[in-house]
């Protein structure tokens, strides 16, 4: 019933440490500016962006590399920006050109973090950039010119092999000097890998929860705890329970009960945006009888029935792991807080 997905390019405070770990060993790297250096390596709170990039191949010489973006918001010329593996830093790299009708990035090794002398082909990592400041001009060299035009070649095939469906972009030198940066970012149409790398979610839910045969006004209020994991990018199973306590008059006699709802569902979910996820959702709801007062047999029977539920929903990312969550199904109407492991 409930899941989200993997957050991606979402704007982030993050401390130095995390991206800082990068600076000391960029000291040494010669294309990198002082003024730069010194302000990222600080040990204060930067404003910064991450998303995913898969590697799609590096050059010859081993120096540039051609990422794959999985959304359309590209990456300023001259950037630096900092792939992690989870927790550990990989690669530290410069952003040598943009290529937004392929969605794809080139940039440059800067410094390459211990066990990690290369990037493997369909390698994935989490990107940290810092945002603000404009980035001076950085001319390529002509070994970047050479490898960048290399990247831009479809690589060759072995005989006997189909031509590849989609055609590689053009190959555009970029000039020298660019005075001014490109500042507006295009709309995002996002299609995200979600839950690649962290596939768990774990949800605490409050709301309505609707069913007639329960004796006392309906909806019922209660809370819950959920688990859910992802199954690839677009779907998701998801299993918890609720509770809550209802009382209620059938046929002059009180009859108390409190509820254990299990529930079972699996989703299809769409990541809209950097922000939000949209899903569907199909499922099964039993309502367990914990404990009871006044009731027949036969009433728990009709109590204790399994029932198909349907319904909507939407994730709201909050931070790199949180997300606020709401539900509209069937079963239940449930505002949550869920949490990315």
């Not at 929860?209 to 909806?219: Q, S």
Request: hydrophobic content about 35%; aromatic content about 10%; overall charge negative.
């Amino acid at each position: 019933m409930l899941g989200c997905e993997q957050m991606a390019g979402a704007s982030l405070r993050i401390s130095t440490l995390c991206l800082g770990i990068v600076i000391s060993g960029l000291l040494g790297a010669s294309d990198l500016r002082a003024e730069e250096v010194s302000e990222i390596s600080a040990y204060s709170e930067i404003e910064a962006k991450a998303y995913n990039l898969k590697t799609v191949r590096p050059s010859r010489s081993g120096r540039v590399y051609l990422f794959q973006k999985y959304d359309a918001e590209m990456p300023v010329d001259g950037k630096i920006f900092l792939l992690r593996a989870g927790d550990t830093p990989v690669m530290a790299l410069r952003v040598l050109k943009t290529y937004s009708t392929t969605m794809q990035v080139a940039a440059k090794k800067l410094l390459p973090y211990e066990g990690f002398p290369a990037l493997a082909p369909n390698s994935e990592y989490r990107a940290y950039e810092k945002i603000g400041n404009k980035v001076a001009p950085v001319p390529p060299t002509p070994e970047d010119l050479k490898d960048l035009a290399e990247l831009e070649t479809p690589p060759e095939l072995p005989p006997d092999s189909p031509a590849p469906a989609v055609p590689s972009p053009q190959v555009e030198v970029p000039p020298e000097v660019d005075p001014e940066l490109k500042q507006q970012q295009e709309e995002e149409e996002v299609e995200d890998e979600v839950g690649s790398h962290y596939p768990n979610f774990f949800t605490m839910a409050v709301g309505l929860l609707f069913n007639a045969k329960v004796p006392g006004p309906d909806p019922k209020f209660g809370g819950g705890l959920l688990y859910s994991r992802n199954l690839g990018p677009t779907w998701a199973i998801e299993g918890g329970f609720f509770y809550y306590k209802a009382s209620g008059d059938i046929n002059d006699t009180t009859i108390s009960t409190t509820i254990l709802p299990l529930i079972g569902s699996i989703r299809y979910q769409h990541r809209y945006n950097d922000l939000w996820t949209l899903y569907a959702y199909g499922g099964l709801i039993y309502p367990y009888v914990a404990s009871e007062v006044g009731a027949t047999k036969r009433q728990l029977s009709e109590i204790q029935t399994l029932s198909p539920t349907l319904g909507v929903g939407a994730f709201l990312q909050t931070g790199p792991n949180w997300y606020l969550r709401v539900n509209l199904g069937t079963d239940a109407l449930m505002l949550g807080v869920t949490l990315q492991y």
